[in-house]
């Protein structure tokens, strides 16, 4: 199973960024999946995750701003991400049931 993340960028506060999470090589629909961050001197901590059919679970201190979404006809999952905040700057990595990760795409929240 191979990940593909994408849509990392800078933004300003109070910006917004849509993450997507491309899957190859297994069968996306029969596996949950989940976003999760990790801030320079911190532990990756979970962000989003969904399940194969499709409920949905965010950490506190996103809820309200975030959402995750799927795709199984294309093999994707998505992390809306508004009203951003400084301190979500994190690499942010998709998952398949913490057993296969993607490469991480750098969210940065500056002004």
């Known amino acids: 199973v191979q990940l593909q993340a994408s849509g990392g960028g800078l933004v300003q506060p109070g910006g917004s960024l849509r993450l997507s999470c491309a899957a190859s090589g297994g069968i996306f629909s029969i596996n949950g999946m989940g976003w999760y961050r990790q801030a320079p001197g911190t532990q990756r901590e979970l962000v989003a995750r969904?399940?194969?059919?499709?409920?949905?679970n965010h950490a506190d201190s996103v809820k309200g701003r975030f959402t995750i979404s799927r795709d199984n006809a294309k093999n994707t999952v998505y992390l809306q991400m508004n009203s951003l905040k400084p301190e979500d700057t994190a690499v942010y990595y998709c998952s398949q049931d913490r057993v296969y990760w993607g490469q991480g795409t750098q969210v940065t929240v500056s002004s």
């Open positions: 969904i399940s194969r059919g499709g409920t949905a």
